[in-house]
């Protein structure tokens, strides 16, 4: 579903808030020239993960979804000198075409980024015992969305935000159905949010650029 108004509305408001940004143009460029899917976040929602990030006071990120590192930039440019994102990405060519990006952007001094599947990665950053992240955006595979979440809630801090994006998929979340894969990956997700009592959360409805989609916000409890 798309509707050519969204997109109108997107673009008028970039060009008054968000404006020309030539890094983040350049990252665009450089993974569509890559042949990396258009699957980033938009402009729009881009710069709303970079106010929240800020509005937090972030100082560690962890980030599941690298893909060109578009989203990697707006969250890193919300961190202080001495904050940290590590950001996890499944395919070694994203990895190199993020890499490359963070860079262009002079993040690479605050920004990792760690190759391999989440799943895989995530037991073995959390048997680091890292500091426990104030921010955690998942934008990855959404069949695993929901043991993704499961480790968000186990690395974030008290208080911490846990963003996940592609949540409603044009609506297609309704249909318990559905034989996309990724709408059940997301139904499940839904489900185990609801039933968590670790987090309070809510799931916000999206239209713009990226057509209808939607993120669930939530906030790890004071244990």
Known sequence: MADDRWTAVDTYFGDLMIGDDPVLAAAEAASGSAGLPDIAV???QGKLLHLLARASGVRRILEIGTLGGYSTIWLGRALPADGRLISLEAE????EVARANVANAGLSELVEIRIGPALES???LAAEQPDPF??????????NNAAYFDWAVRLGRPGGLIITDNVVRDGKILDPNHPDS??????RFAELVGANPRVSATTLQTVGVKGWDGFTLAVVNDS
């Open 122 to 124: 995530l037991p073995k």
């Open 42 to 44: 938009s402009p729009a």
């Open 182 to 187: 990724r709408v059940q990956g997301s139904r």
């Open 134 to 143: 104030d921010l955690i955006f998942i934008d990855a595979d959404k069949e």
């Open 92 to 95: 070694p060519r994203h990895a």
